[in-house]
């Protein structure tokens, strides 16, 4: 049974920042990708960004600059940092683990932009 739990979403106004972070409960011991997704009301979830073992990083277009996804896999744990935010940012956040065929997702943190 994997675990992922993720922390650090909230209420922030627009321009503001926020660090989200996802732990796994376990390692995976090998190749796999590390990513947040979200999905706003009404929506279908979209990737926002993730991260490779090797460290190559992918964005969505619309939070190219602004947001960064980095990982710690001594802690098992993969964060994004989101800068400049704005209204339609709001959404709830999902972390992701791919490893091969296997998807592992955590419960969600909410992420509000608002003024």
């Known amino acids: 049974q994997v675990q992922l739990v993720e922390s650090g979403g909230g209420l922030v106004q627009p321009g503001g920042s926020l660090r989200l972070s996802c732990v796994a409960s376990r390692d995976f011991f090998g190749i796999y990708t590390m990513g947040w997704y979200r999905q706003a009301p009404g929506k279908q979830r979209e990737l926002v960004a993730s991260v490779t073992s090797g460290g190559s990083t992918n964005y969505v277009d619309s939070v190219k600059g602004r947001f960064t996804i980095s990982r710690d896999n001594a802690k098992n744990t993969v964060y994004l940092q989101m800068n400049s935010l704005k209204p339609e940012d709001t959404a709830v956040y999902y972390c992701?683990?791919?490893?091969?065929?296997?998807?592992?997702w955590g419960q969600g943190t909410q992420v509000t932009v608002s003024s």
């Open positions: 992701n683990v791919r490893v091969a065929v296997y998807n592992y």
